[in-house]
């Protein structure tokens, strides 16, 4: 099949090199001059494990074509994903400018009939929109369909090629027969999915990111009530996690959650309710919490140096919301970081990819205090404590011995819980969540 996907972000780009390693010629639209001529030599413009392999192995043999001409791809191709950003507006609903921009250009160019699918996150009823747009603007006959994506980052290669299901939304069976064939090679193993109407579909996605961004702030409150009360979150979640109905995936006690997805979908979902006359109380305090829990690792760091923190340098282990990727968007290092330096702390901080990342989201005003380092325990050189942020690999078993030299005092934050009250015995003060 010959496919275009328009926006090479995220969802664009990895969709658009899954489609193409299955043998797909498949067309990635980008106004973004400088990021299409990355790609083209295989710069990716995100880090997602394997992706610059399929990118490479795909354009070499000339199934995947990055380009800004929207008419030299709809030329050669009548399926169109639209996988442009949503991002949250002022009031925290989705500002769909990108979205029916990205509709005005298919319309304009379009040159056979085809099937538009919305990719991106969208509110309900958006993907109706989109087909009027595109319909009275062109000559052409324009079937719809709703296919939301459910890619993890870190994971997301291997989510898109080796999905647990595959949600389509159409109103007719020409739409749902090829999506099914498009999809097919994905799934030989057995049937994944889900065939549902439009609305239904674009309901889901909002619905299976709050869910998950439920069951963390549920966990959070949880580890919250623990600490005042002498009992440990991690057992509790071995008790409740063994339990079927409940299982142990997201209940993990933390600092709080980030990234493109979570904080976004779940104001979106809240904004949705709002305009038409519900309040989501439930989504609301999810999303109050989790904003209070990004602050609790500076609150024990106060708790423990005190509220003046000049003369101060703590070191941070991890920058990116989550590991193996370099995203930043609504990252808890962010918040700790500007409330530690509000507090005349400077700080040492490394993560193996999301530095330069950090750099552009943090603000400037805080750059002249924060010194970004090249290895964990350069970031731990002279400090007064550990913070523990982001819980990549290398962090899991670190040299103890070696922290116990470089660091000025021996105290450690673990934002994520993953050492073992163990290392108290050589003389740690460690600090946790819920434990």
């Not at 369909?145 to 994971?155: D, I, R, T, V």
């Not at 920058?319 to 370099?326: D, E, S």
Request: glycine share 6%.
């Amino acid at each position: 099949m010959n496919i275009t996907v328009i926006g090479t972000g995220y969802v664009g780009l990895v969709t658009g090199a899954c489609f193409s390693r299955m043998g797909n010629k498949v067309y990635c639209v980008d106004i973004d001059e400088a990021k299409i001529n990355g790609l083209k030599n295989n710069i990716m413009p995100i880090y997602e494990p394997n992706l610059v392999e399929i990118v490479e192995r795909c354009q070499k043999r000339g199934d995947l074509i990055f380009t800004t001409s929207i008419k030299d791809a709809l030329d050669d191709s009548n399926i169109i994903f639209i996988a442009v950003g949503t991002p949250m507006a002022e009031d925290g609903s989705a500002n769909l400018d990108y979205i029916f921009s990205a509709a005005q250009d298919i319309a304009d160019n379009i040159s056979q009939d085809s099937l538009v699918v919305v990719k991106s996150t969208v509110p309900v009823g958006t993907t109706f929109k989109v087909q009027e747009k595109i319909q009275n603007n062109c000559n052409f006959n324009v079937n719809v369909a709703s296919n939301p994506e459910f890619l993890k980052e870190g994971s997301a290669v291997n989510d898109c090629l080796r999905p647990d299901r595959i949600v389509i939304g159409a109103e007719n069976d020409e739409a749902f027969d090829i999506l099914k064939e498009l999809y097919s090679p994905f799934v030989q193993n057995h049937d994944r999915f889900v065939l549902m109407d439009v609305k239904s579909s674009e309901m889901t996605k909002y619905v299976a990111n709050a869910m998950l961004a439920t069951k963390i702030s549920f966990m959070n409150e949880i580890a919250n009530i623990c600490e005042v009360t002498g009992a440990n979150v991690k057992n509790v979640r071995l008790g409740i996690g063994s339990d079927k109905r409940i299982g142990y995936d997201f209940i993990y006690a933390g600092c709080g959650y980030g990234g493109s997805c979570f904080p976004k979908d779940v104001k979106a979902l809240i904004n949705t309710a709002h305009v038409n006359g519900y309040e989501a109380r439930i989504l609301s305090q999810v999303e109050e919490v989790n904003l209070n829990q990004k602050k609790v690792l500076a609150n024990k760091v106060v708790d423990r140096f005190g509220s003046d923190l000049n003369g101060r340098t703590f070191g941070i282990w991890g920058l990116a919301f989550k590991p193996y990727t370099n995203d930043v968007r609504e990252a808890t290092s962010l918040t700790v970081i500007r409330a530690l330096i509000e507090k005349g702390a400077k700080i040492k901080a490394y993560d193996s990819q999301a530095i330069d990342e950090f750099k552009k989201a943090v603000g400037n005003e805080y750059l002249n205090s924060i010194e970004f380092v090249n290895s964990r325990y350069d970031a731990i050189e002279d400090c007064d404590a550990l913070i523990l942020i982001t819980e990549w690999k290398e962090f899991r078993n670190p040299d103890f011995d070696l922290l116990s030299e470089k660091l000025k005092e021996k105290v450690i934050f673990d934002g994520r819980n993953i050492y073992d009250k163990k290392i108290t015995e050589k003389g740690f003060e460690l600090y946790q969540i819920g434990c």
